[in-house]
C-alpha cells in the first residue's frame, strides 16, 4: 500500500510562485511508476497538470507550459512542483497520484491512484 501527502500549498497573487511536495509512504516501491500532479475546483473534475516518468521524462499540460517544472526526488520518496507566474486559473486543490502500471499513460486521471487529501492552492488577482 501507498500512502501520498501533498503540501505547500497557500495563497499568492497573480505572477507569484509556490513549491507543492508531495510524500509517497508505504511498503510497495513505486519508483517505477509514473507520478503526477492533478488539479480540481469545485464543479469541475480533476484534471492533470504535470508527470513524472521514471526515465526522468516529464510531461505538461498546455496551459502550464514553461511555467510549472515536476521533479522527483527518489532518495526523500519526494514528488515537487514548481509553479511560477501563476493566474487565477491555476487555483484549485492539488493532487499527487501514482499511476496503476507501469509506463507512462497520459495526464487522464482515472490512470493514477493512491490519491492525497490534497492542498489547496489560491490566486488572487
Known amino acids: 500500500q501507498v500512502t501520498l501527502h501533498e503540501s505547500g500549498g497557500g495563497s499568492v497573487q497573480a505572477g507569484g510562485s509556490l513549491n507543492l511536495s508531495c510524500t509517497v509512504s508505504g511498503r510497495l516501491d513505486v519508483t517505477d511508476r509514473t507520478m503526477a500532479w492533478f488539479r480540481q475546483v469545485p464543479g469541475k473534475q480533476r484534471e492533470g497538470v504535470a508527470a513524472?516518468?521514471?526515465?526522468?521524462?516529464?510531461d505538461y499540460a498546455d496551459s502550464v507550459k514553461g511555467r510549472f517544472s515536476i521533479y522527483r526526488d527518489k532518495a526523500k520518496n519526494t514528488l515537487y512542483l514548481e509553479m511560477n507566474n501563476l493566474n487565477d486559473e491555476d487555483s484549485g486543490m492539488y493532487y499527487c497520484?501514482?499511476?496503476?502500471?507501469?509506463?507512462?499513460?497520459?495526464?487522464?486521471?482515472?490512470?493514477?491512484?493512491?490519491w492525497g487529501p490534497g492542498t489547496q492552492v489560491t490566486v488572487s488577482s
Open positions: 513524472h516518468i521514471p526515465d526522468d521524462h516529464r
Open positions: 497520484g501514482v499511476a496503476r502500471y507501469v509506463g507512462y499513460p497520459g495526464l487522464g486521471r482515472g490512470y493514477y491512484t493512491n
